[in-house]
């Protein structure tokens, strides 16, 4: 079956082992949906590897037969269709039958490997595509839970470790096949001493089988481990080697990857003990039951030469399928584990779909949120009874505490990523529950905290809301935003392909390409979550004059982080722990002297400048809060599921994060890190 | 980020020479002598392995061979006591056999890991030397990759194997002289003896290993293809689900499917394609073949009973020949690594063996900081462009000043910075400090009186301590604390939980922007620059952190040569000289004052800074004053 393997990897793939959610019943009927148009080709394939397997089995009784009918002392004679044969004719006879068989078997092998490889080629693809387009329009909450990277993972090995199982489960067929044709030939071929002693050999296998899947399991779970830290070390050498050259550091850096590498290498060379003890225990196990086997024909007497020579090669051959096969049944969970990760994504829930009286969105720009009450678990509020109105072409500016509940009213409310709980968002007249989302989202131009580029040149990435756009038209928007100078100085331009989400763009030049994107797009409402926070004081005037020009007449939500944006708006609202506490223009929340009035002067007045008392500010001075990540959190005992869940709520607990936790949990709640 | 703490290895002093480390392309002289010296770095256990690798090969051929003499002894004298020192014999050579093999293999072993340890060390140190040239056209990714995977698959060459062809190859020579020798034992005979069954097997496994040779090549271009369509999937995923809420904000999802269908069908494709070109392995047909020769023509020899062979022998050959088909059912898979194996070894070889333009000077020449710095009609393109991004720039900074780099995107101002630091040498004209050509000072000695604080800042996922001695492993407790509190940050850090052993990031604090900047102030105090760069260009958002900041700053900027890429007016008007760059020109240099007075794109910048306008108008003012008092 194919030419893969190898002890080292199944070792690898019973590692992977994990706990299946569903019962087995549920898994393979879940696969069968996809080996449906396949099932012509599987039988076929299975069939033709169990007719393999027969040769195989057929071919040592050839040999024997052969070594039995030149020996006169048993003087046998054969007999075929009343024809008497020559002891010559039967050796061409023999000769042939064993070209032919073994002929045979070798192209039924090959053709099962083809046959497979095209199954899996198609399967694949197809488990892969629904996968992919399942996740792609999934919940943005379901997406959010999840990171990219496992997201990934979904798409790539566990829709392979699919049809490995497959492989898997066929290969355990046809090794069940041979262990039990192996077992009546010998029955019926051999006396039952010789049986004995085949089966003398299987707790060899199955203590080698338990030994790998048992220690070999941990020792591979170890290298993994430091082959990760190992990887960490390195990846963080790269991206830090500006700073390492900077400061003549590279040899110290080397000194501590060397530090972690050997610990590697500790790791390794314990696996490498291990395969070395065990494996070679295999052909040597197979040479004392042939020992043991030439010993009881002796003994016995009775026992033909043939005979002799059967039971020593199909001792060797029983001894592969049972080590095989003890070591295909976990690797088999495996699979199952990854059919059951990709179950959870198929049947995870799909983004929100349009109502069936749906409209597209009309012509009328403006906002209106009524008593919205906004969760993201159901529990925790973090948008509360929040009511305000929005001309068509007014700006408006949020303005509150980080975690105020500013990016959920505006990127995730607005765009309907979310459904709110109670109340209604309206534009126009029409509540967004009832609008086409394409015709919202065609609407609606959104320009994140945190930029993301695609790998792709600067004018593709530019060109995303709109692919439909000409050149000229880019390089317009470009010049307005003072983009162009920085564009043209790269190295080929606009032509310059975006790697590794920008590296060798600052953070600022990142933001500028995905304002040219959105602006391009040219969308009838625009949400500035402070989008132009990394920009240069320089950058960031032209941005706005730009935004002045194109953007004059429409509706406008600002997540603002300086004055000036606050100055262009029309009204200012002021959100703290989610409930909406003030709203109004910039004077009218000054004379107020509430809450805004307090933001400004700690906040923004100071970037008007100069003057300040240093000496007095530096008085009253607090103590700078200490954030603690939610991992030091955790090892401190300062979490538990409810302050998780409020800090998940919150945005304050990434995907990536919460993934860690949980695995933290895990292993505290189990005192041994592994088994 | 690495979680794990690493007790620092103050492996050498870094102080004041940059320590000797030979690298392995200057050890190695090609990529062949590279990726074989795996066989004799550790010649001692190399040596003990292949030795036992020899033994055990006879050994392992001994049960079969037995197995003959056994059947010939029972034949012709029954069951005895030759018969059961035989049986023994076989159990004997059984367990030898195993000795030999884990003993050849752990030792093997052992080598080839330490190789994978030492080759990724190797590659990990080059590629750290190279120069940033170097990393701006890298993908870290596919570097991280050959430093993890890459190294990995070479030692899967090594371990099992190189070791597992060559025993394969010892297994059929001496399946093969089986067929020609003739060893008397007794009255039976080891051994067929026959030349011509000889000369045809060892034309059959000729063949073999030939055919499989043929099958490795063919099969190991299309499972690299597979591998990078693999690559492309992932990646096409990765891609899309990082930037899922641009995609969907841009209502692009049916363009990203299209996308997604057309990689992954270019994969099913491979994945076929790679099916129907290994599913025939046609060395497989030439074994049954000549094992169904030797058969036939055995069965002939032993038919014939005039000493030829006996039925014991005939026992013997096919054992063994079947014994191989097992031993060698590995062998197409173990070829195909090793050359996989040197395919990525080439590949680790052409990025470590990378065209550095920058040279380091052969003997490093001292810098004077006492002298002016001159930029002398410095043009510069980045490696391998065109494009020009510094035009001609030519200025000089008297020891001791506060320079403000003042410029709009593109204008070249980070360029100024890393020509400074000699991450890059100009492509024409020269920076001299005095009379010395940068290009004649090694990097080493560059760095250790240059200190850059960027504007992203970089910090590793270490302590404060860490982060902060991380310019000078070697300070003291008191040092990084006398850092920290003239950074400004020594309160906070002394506030978290572990205080300086509290460890930055994931596992730890998160900080602020503007905490980040005060750290690698005192990171950067610890170095002691002569020549201190900073990139301030964006300004923290509320006021005390900003006060915080300043007061950093000005700890950082005192007493020494100085260049902060800033718009703020504060820094503007307290420099001794302002750097006006525009597009890689450098439009004026002069005082705030002088460029105020005489330069328009200087009041246009100003402009459009906060505060700016006032400041204009302000000297419109004093302007209008000044021939009054005059």
Not at chain 2, 269 to 298: H, N, Q
């Amino acid at each position: 079956m194919g030419h893969g393997g190898g002890a080292g990897r199944m070792i690898g793939r019973i590692a992977d082992r994990k706990k299946v959610t569903r019962p087995t019943p549920v898994l393979l009927k879940a696969l069968s949906k996809y080996l449906k148009g396949f099932v012509g080709l599987l039988v076929l394939a299975a069939f033709l590897s169990l007719a393999y397997s027969a040769t195989q089995i057929l071919n040592p009784i050839i040999l024997s037969n052969g070594i039995d009918a030149i020996d006169p002392s048993l003087g046998k004679v054969i007999v075929w269709f009343g024809v008497t044969l020559s002891e010559r004719t039967i050796i061409i006879i023999y000769t042939l039958f064993y070209v032919l068989l073994g002929s045979f078997g070798f192209i039924l092998n090959s053709l099962t490997t083809r046959l497979l490889s095209k199954v899996r080629a198609d399967m694949v693809h197809k488990i892969r595509k629904d996968v992919y387009n399942k996740l792609i329009n999934a919940s943005m909450d379901y997406l959010k839970k999840e990171q990219s990277g496992n997201i990934t993972a979904r798409i790539t090995s566990d829709t392979d470790e699919v049809s490995t199982g497959l492989q898997v489960f066929i290969s355990i067929a046809v090794q069940l096949f041979l262990l039990v044709t192996t077992l009546v030939v010998i029955l019926i071929r051999l006396p039952w001493q010789i049986v004995l002693i085949c089966l003398a050999s299987i707790p060899f296998a199955l203590l080698l089988s338990f030994v790998l899947s048992t220690i070999g399991r941990r020792i591979v779970l170890g290298i993994r481990q430091t082959f990760g830290i190992v990887s960490g070390k390195i990846a963080e050498s790269f991206a830090g080697i500006a700073v390492s050259k900077a400061f003549n550091q590279e040899g110290n850096l080397s000194s501590q990857m060397r530090v972690l590498n050997q610990e590697n290498y500790k790791m390794s060379k314990k696996f490498g003990l291990m395969m070395n003890i065990m494996m070679p225990l295999i052909s040597s196990i197979s040479s004392i039951v042939t020992a043991a086997i030439l010993w009881m024909g002796g003994y016995l007497a009775s026992i033909s030469i043939g005979q002799i020579f059967l039971g020593t090669i199909l001792a060797a051959q029983f001894l592969r399928p049972v080590a095989h096969l003890s070591l295909s049944f976990p690797q088999l969970q495996t699979s199952l584990g990854a059919v059951d990760r990709v179950l959870d994504v198929l049947e995870a829930s799909p983004s929100i779909p349009d109502a069936p009286d749906a409209e597209p969105l009309g012509n009328d720009y403006s906002v209106s949120f009524e008593h919205v009450w906004f969760s993201y678990d159901n529990e925790n509020w973090v948008l509360k009874d929040i009511t305000f109105q929005v001309e068509e072409g007014e700006m408006v500016a949020l303005v509150g505490e980080t975690g105020a509940g500013k990016t959920t009213l505006a990127s995730m409310l607005l765009t309907r990523f979310y459904d709110i709980q109670k109340g209604s968002i309206k534009i126009g007249a029409q509540d967004i529950k009832k609008i086409a989302q394409k015709s919202l989202r065609k609407a609606i131009g959104l320009i994140p905290q945190e930029p993301y580029l695609f790998t792709a040149t600067v004018l593709e990435n530019i060109k995303y809301g709109k692919a439909d756009a000409t050149d000229e038209e880019v390089y317009t928007i470009c010049k307005m935003i003072g983009a162009d100078t920085f564009i043209e100085a790269l190295p080929n331009g606009y032509q310059t392909v975006v790697r590794e989400g920008g590296k060798q763009l600052s953070a600022g030049q990142r933001q500028i390409i995905t304002i040219a994107r959105t602006m391009l797009a040219d969308p009838k409402i625009l949400i500035l979550d402070e989008a132009t926070s990394r920009l240069d004081a320089y950058s960031e005037s032209l941005v706005q004059v730009a935004q002045r020009t194109l953007f004059k007449k429409r509706t406008t939500f600002v997540i603002a982080h300086r004055l000036s944006t606050i100055f262009d708006a029309n009204k200012i609202i002021v959100l703290s722990h989610g409930e909406l506490v003030e709203m109004g223009s910039h004077e009218e929340l000054i004379r107020k002297k509430g809450l805004y009035a307090d933001i400004y002067e700690t906040y923004y007045k100071f970037q008007g400048l100069e003057e300040i008392d240093v000496e007095k500010v530096l008085e009253e001075e607090e103590e700078e809060e200490v954030e603690l990540s939610p991992l030091a959190m955790m090892e401190m005992g300062m979490l538990d599921p409810e302050k998780i869940k409020k800090m998940v709520a919150e945005g304050k607990i990434s995907p990536a994060m919460l993934e860690q936790l949980k695995k933290k949990m895990a292993q505290k709640k189990a005192k041994t890190p592994i088994d | 980020m690495v979680t794990q703490q690493i007790t620092q290895k103050k492996a050498y002093k870094t102080e004041k020479t940059k320590p000797p480390r030979q690298l392995a392309t200057e050890k190695y002289r090609s990529m062949n002598h590279w990726f074989w010296s795996g066989l004799t770095r550790y010649p001692g256990l190399m040596f003990i392995s292949i030795t036992f690798l020899i033994i055990n090969a006879v050994i392992s051929i001994l049960p079969g061979v037995l197995l003959g003499l056994g059947i010939d002894v029972l034949k012709t004298e029954g069951y005895g006591r030759n018969f059961i020192i035989i049986v023994v014999l076989i159990i004997s050579a059984a367990l030898i056999g195993w000795l030999t093999s884990f003993l050849s293999g752990y030792l093997w072993g052992i080598a080839s890991y330490r190789f994978e340890r030492d080759i990724r060390e190797e590659f990990f140190d080059v590629v750290q030397e190279h120069s940033m040239a170097f990393h701006d056209e890298h993908d870290s990714g596919i570097l991280l990759s050959m430093a993890m995977n890459e190294t990995n698959q070479i030692r899967f060459a090594y371990h099992p194997s190189i070791r597992q062809v060559v025993s394969s190859f010892l297994s059929i020579l001496l399946t093969t002289s089986y067929f020609f020798i003739r060893i008397p034992i007794g009255s039976e005979f080891i051994g067929v003896g026959n030349w011509p069954i000889g000369l045809m097997i060892t034309f059959g496994f000729s063949l073999y290993i030939f055919l499989a040779w043929v099958y490795a090549r063919r099969v190991g271009p299309i499972r690299r293809e597979l591998a990078t369509e693999l690559g492309n999937v992932s990646s096409a995923s990765q891609e899309t689900f990082r930037g899922i809420e641009v995609v969907r904000s841009f209502d692009n999802e049916k363009t990203e499917e299209m996308k997604f269908t057309q990689v992954s069908l270019r994969l099913a494709d491979k994945i076929r394609k790679e099916g129907y070109l290994s599913s025939f392995y046609w060395p497989a047909l030439i074994m049954v073949l000549f094992t169904a020769a030797s058969f036939g023509i055995g069965l002939w020899f032993v038919l014939q009973d005039n000493g030829l062979m006996s039925v014991g022998q005939l026992s013997s050959m096919l054992t063994l020949l079947i014994q191989l088909v097992i031993l060698n059912f590995m062998l197409p898979i173990r070829l195909l690594a090793i050359q996989a194996g040197r395919i990525n070894a080439r590949r680790i070889w052409d990025v470590m063996t990378f065209k550095d333009p920058l040279i380091e000077p052969v003997k490093s020449k001292k810098l004077d900081w006492s002298r002016p710095l001159v930029f002398q009609n410095v043009s510069f393109s980045y490696p391998g462009k065109e494009k020009l991004v510094l035009k001609d720039v030519s200025f000089t900074i008297p020891p001791g000043s506060r320079v403000a780099l003042l410029g709009g995107p593109g204008s070249g101002k980070s360029t100024i910075l890393k020509l400074l630091l000699r991450l890059y040498d100009p492509t024409s004209g020269a920076i001299f400090l005095g009379d010395t050509n940068l290009r004649e000072v090694s990097t080493f000695d560059v760095r250790k009186d240059v200190t850059l604080v960027e504007q992203d800042i970089f910090l590793f996922g270490a302590s404060f301590k860490d982060n902060i001695a991380f310019s000078k492993p070697e300070a003291s407790m008191e040092e990084i604390k006398t850092a920290a509190r003239r950074a400004q940050i020594d309160k906070f850090i002394e506030s978290t939980p572990k205080g300086y052993d509290t460890i930055i990031g994931e596992r730890g604090v998160t900080l602020s922007g503007g905490q980040r900047q005060r750290i690698a102030i005192a990171r950067a105090l610890l170095a002691e620059p002569k020549l201190l760069l900073l990139d301030d260009s964006t300004s923290a958002v509320d006021i005390k952190t900003e006060i915080r900041l300043r007061l950093a700053m000005e700890e950082l900027i005192k007493g020494r040569t100085s260049i902060i890429v800033t718009q703020r007016l504060s820094t503007l008007v307290d420099s001794d000289l302002i750097l006006f760059l525009d597009k890689g020109r450098v439009i004026d240099l002069g005082t705030h004052e002088e460029l105020l007075e005489r330069c328009s794109e200087y009041q246009f910048m100003l402009s459009l800074l906060p505060r700016g306008k006032e400041l204009i108008n302000k000297k419109k003012e004093s302007r209008v004053k000044t021939p009054k008092g005059g």
